[in-house]
């Protein structure tokens, strides 16, 4: 499941604590996306001159949806990053689908036959 995390206290503390995770990972500028360059990215779009120009331009106003788009993706990042790697602890990941043993199988691997018995095979 690629939705959203169900919010119990369970999968709260996990999104927290990988929250917490990706911050102390994640501490640079150029690591995190700059979501302030982003807003203001959004704001120059729809400010009068920028209409104005793109209206006597193209004949149409500017179209600052994808902007805004782009800054909520920038503003979800960290979020949506914690969530992904909440499920994958909670198990809920394809991934996951062995058990770890605390020992090995008995009798696995097979013993090998006897020598005079794989020279009879090959020949």
């Not at 959004?42 to 920028?50: E, H, M, R, W």
């Not at 990042?77 to 008995?106: F, H, T």
């Amino acid at each position: 499941n690629h939705g959203r995390l169900r919010n119990t206290a369970g999968t709260t503390t996990l999104v927290a604590q990988e929250e917490a995770r990706l911050r102390q990972l994640h501490p640079t500028p150029e690591d995190i996306p700059t979501c302030m360059t982003v807003f203001d990215d959004f704001l120059s779009c729809n400010i009068l001159a920028t209409q104005v120009k793109s209206l006597y331009r193209f004949g149409e106003m500017a179209h600052c949806s994808e902007k805004w788009n782009e800054f909520k993706f920038c503003m979800t990042w960290i979020r949506r990053r914690a969530e992904w790697w909440a499920r994958r602890r909670l198990g809920l990941c394809s991934e996951n689908v062995w058990e770890k043993r605390a020992e090995p199988l008995k009798g696995y691997p097979p013993p090998l036959p006897p020598q005079d018995t794989i020279g009879s095979l090959v020949n």
